[in-house]
């Protein structure tokens, strides 16, 4: 039974022994807990029993919790950790030893000095660095002044005179000179630099001619610079600037070595989170309980073959602990543990990923796993790629420490790589055309059509398949009719259809469609009332046969795929063929055939896994399986960082 | 030499107009891919994957483009004489895939970055996301379906 019956528990122990028991029951990762203020029961219980409340103990592990994780982040953000491509998306975390793991999470003491010491760093750097751009900014603006010789302090205006540093768009300069030539005959204008856009100038000007001066200044849209607080000249202060930059970097330098020195406590940073969201994770569930002054209860679901364990260590560990179960009642949604043996176990991955399924119906993994395996074959159609993936496949079991759907994945593209091979070496395919070995059966570059009609008929076969499964469905639920009329009829009308292909059937099949034909106008409409209701109802029913028709069209998606892989693989053999002349021909060839080759592959696997889900999703689960059900989860320990390895037992 | 002036119109065609629906629609995706990363790097494998389905549409231009080269003669072995019906022939062959591939490319662009916000989110519901964008993609695979069987139809 691909999914696992599943047990209500009660659990009713001491309150002296809730840490124990919540301890245990996180340990053996079995039991999915349930907030027994959402159980039907609670309404019945709720006048001798009090909500277990400890919302204030997970706040306080959330604000530790932010601490750490600031830490890290200020690590991260400094001293990045490396991750290599498979762990982008697998995920790493580091090996720890149950001793490491207890020494790391003991250094409370250090681990709020290390919060601190990133807190003071951190507010260090951004000093640093806002100083750092003022002085970029400054040096920027003082720039074009270099090869002015005054000290800056010294421009400023007198009784007499204006003194004032400009700057204005080049275009405008001579018009601004002239004006200026008019109106102040006396002026002194010097140009200190000037580039395309900008020219810089020094303007000397008796105050008494302030006004008109001013005036044309603003007419051709000079604006005045000025430097307060800078004293020397221009180059001076550059200089100094530049300075006190190369002492910036050196204080970030320190800095960052002193974070640097820090980076040994990551490892204990990332134990101590995994800590704190561990204990958060224990007082979260705490508040799902309800108890007296001197009990607690204790409500969940828990997958009936490892009930009798429970009872074992909880009669093992604890003194108080006293547990009742029962089966799942009609209106309560049992939550669904799936469990495949043997290899339709790596397909699971395929079902969850578009949904769980729900109690009443069956688990359609293992319907699915064996066309899934032949269609993934052949949408890549090639030994040579075959075998890569299935060898990628094992080096990344091997390197990875992997769980759940990424380890069913895993094996599943292992199981792919198996099934191209097998499809390769049928149809002749061998990284495309570089190893040319003669197909066991046909080649379908030589001949589409029949590789379409090949993969056709997988389409109806699966689609047939489905259908039965509905008719086993209804039947099982005593919907017999239903079975008979909705999927009955249509398999003759289809088969009748089908056999019009074949000439010495075809006076068979067309009678057979007819009565098909007739028997869903008829049946069709049942739901209806009115008589005419009924027979228009029936009428349209037949146009379901597009959707049929686009059903199985949709499986040429096979051929079309299988001949993409295989057309590439070719057109890279060629490419590489027309460089094999010389020594550096032949050394660009190979790379080229290396890396080709395996861009395809990763193509080729991402289109079969995707192309071939959407199959099993759409045509095939469209048929019967409703989905919908809630996934199994059990209340256990979850790391993010770091893998203890299993104590001894 | 009108036929292979033709038929060589088809390959640029197919590999082109496929080529500028998948860069769009790739361009699309990573665009909504790099505002999630900025919140959550770990999440770039998800993205990636979703970011790479769009792409497929210039695979399968590239295909078609290859094919008609291969079978004109212009990769291995020397050109072939085509008459002018031949060339217009394999230019019309090109016409699916380079027309769907175009507007597949972008349409099923659009349905991948919405996929990637839905991961932002939920990231376990990366399943539906993709088979979302992959509904798009069917008729890009119908329409190189539909170019190559016309491309080995035709006598050269």
């Given amino acids: 039974m691909p999914i696992v019956d599943m047990k209500k528990i009660f659990l009713f122990s001491h309150q002296q022994e809730k840490d124990t028991v919540i301890n245990i029951l996180r340990d053996i990762g079995v039991v999915e807990l349930v907030d027994i203020k ?6 019945e219980m709720k006048s001798l029993l009090v909500p277990e409340w400890s919302a204030d103990a997970v706040s306080f592990y959330e ?8 830490c890290l982040d200020f690590l991260q953000r400094h001293f990045p950790l490396q991750k290599n491509f498979v762990q982008q998306f697998a995920g790493a975390k580091i090996n720890l030893t149950p001793a490491q793991y207890e020494d790391y999470i003991s250094r409370k003491e250090e681990i709020k000095a290390v919060y601190q010491s990133c807190r003071k760093m951190d507010e260090k750097l951004t000093n640093l660095r806002n100083e750092e751009t003022r002085c970029h900014n400054l040096l920027q603006s003082l720039a074009p002044w270099a090869g002015f010789s005054l000290p800056l302090e010294k421009v400023e205006n007198t009784l007499r005179i204006q003194m004032q540093l400009f700057t204005v768009a080049t275009d405008e300069l001579p018009s601004l000179q002239k004006s200026l030539t008019e109106i102040s005959p006396d002026h002194y204008l010097e140009v200190v630099s000037s580039d395309k856009e900008l020219t810089y100038f020094l303007l000397i000007s008796l105050s008494e001619e302030a006004g008109v001066v001013r005036e044309a200044l603003k007419e051709s849209g000079a604006t005045e610079i000025s430097f307060p607080g800078i004293a020397g000249t221009a180059a001076q202060a550059i200089s100094m600037l530049k300075e006190k930059l190369e002492n910036i970097q050196h204080e970030r330098a320190e800095l960052l070595k002193k974070v640097e020195d820090l980076i040994n406590y990551r490892p204990h940073l990332m134990a101590y989170y995994d800590f704190l969201e561990d204990e958060r994770d224990k007082k979260e569930a705490i508040n799902k309980l309800a108890g007296t002054k001197t009990s607690f209860m204790l409500e969940g679901w828990i997958p009936l073959p490892l009930l009798s364990s429970l009872e074992k260590v909880l009669s093992e560990k604890t003194e108080t602990a006293f547990l009742l179960s029962r089966d799942p009642k009609a209106e309560e949604k049992a939550p669904v543990l799936l469990q495949n043996g043997g290899a339709a176990d790596a397909f699971e991955v395929v079902t969850k990923l578009y949904s769980t399924p729900s109690r009443r119906e069956i688990d359609p993994t293992p319907l699915m796993a064996p066309f899934f ?16 993936l299935s060898l990628l496949a094992i080096i990344i079991f091997r390197k990875i420490k992997l769980a759940g759907m990424g380890k069913q994945l895993i094996k599943l593209l292992f199981l792919g790589g198996i099934s191209s091979f097998i499809m390769g070496v049928l149809m002749g395919g061998w990284f495309g055309d570089l190893v040319k070995l003669k197909p066991l059966w046909f080649n379908p570059l030589d001949d589409p059509m029949r590789m379409l009609i090949v993969c056709f008929v997988l389409g109806f076969i699966q689609i047939f398949f489905g259908m039965g499964v509905r008719a086993y469905q209804d039947i099982k639920a005593g919907r017999i009719l239903d079975a008979v009329f909705d999927q009955g009829l249509w398999f003759i009308l289809l088969i009748g259809l089908i056999s019009l292909a074949f000439p010495q059937f075809s006076a068979a099949g067309k009678w057979l469609a007819i009565c098909g034909a007739i028997g869903l106008i008829l049946t069709q409409g049942r739901s209806q009332k009115n008589i005419f209701r009924k027979f228009f109802s029936g009428l349209v029913s037949l146009y379901n046969i597009t959707g049929y028709l686009s059903d199985v069209l949709s499986y040429s998606r096979l051929l079309a795929l299988g001949l993409a892989t295989g057309v590439i693989a070719s057109a890279i053999n060629t490419m590489g063929g027309l460089l094999a002349g010389s020594i550096v021909g032949v ?6 055939l290396i890396g080709g080759h395996f861009f395809n592959l990763i ?4 289109g079969a896994y995707v192309h071939t889900s959407r199959l099993q999703y759409i045509e095939f689960f469209g048929k019967f399986f409703e989905g919908g059900g809630k996934a199994f989860q059990p209340f256990c320990k979850t790391t993010k960082y770091v893998d203890i390895e299993e104590r001894e037992a | 030499m009108t036929g292979i002036v033709l038929a060589l119109f088809g390959a640029a065609l197919a590999v082109g107009l496929s080529g500028i629906g998948s860069a769009m629609g790739v361009g699309l995706v990573g665009q909504s891919a790099a505002g999630v990363i900025s919140e959550d790097p770990d999440k770039f494998g998800q993205t990636l994957l979703l970011q790479a389905l769009p792409g497929t549409q210039g695979i399968y231009g590239l295909l078609t483009g290859f094919i008609i080269m291969q079978r004109i003669g212009v990769i291995g072995g020397g050109l072939l004489p085509l008459t002018p ?12 895939i380079a027309i769907v591939g175009l507007l597949s490319g972008i349409y099923q662009g659009r349905a991948a970055a919405s996929g990637i916000g839905l991961i932002a989110k939920r990231p376990e519901e990366l399943g539906k996301a993709i088979i979302f964008a992959v509904m798009v993609e069917t008729y890009a695979v119908l329409a190189l379906l539909a170019s190559i069987m016309m491309l080995f139809g035709i006598a050269v």
């Fill in chain 1, 38 to 43: 959402e159980s039907n029961e609670w309404e």
């Fill in chain 1, 587 to 592: 050394i660009i060839m190979i790379i080229l």
């Fill in chain 2, 85 to 96: 019906e031949q060339g217009f022939s394999i230019l019309m062959a090109s016409l699916p």
């Fill in chain 1, 373 to 388: 395996f032949v269609f993934f074959g052949l949408c890549l159609t090639d030994a040579g790629y075959g075998i890569l």
């Fill in chain 1, 603 to 606: 193509i080729g696997t991402l």
């Fill in chain 1, 63 to 70: 604000s530790l919790l932010g601490e750490v994780r600031y």
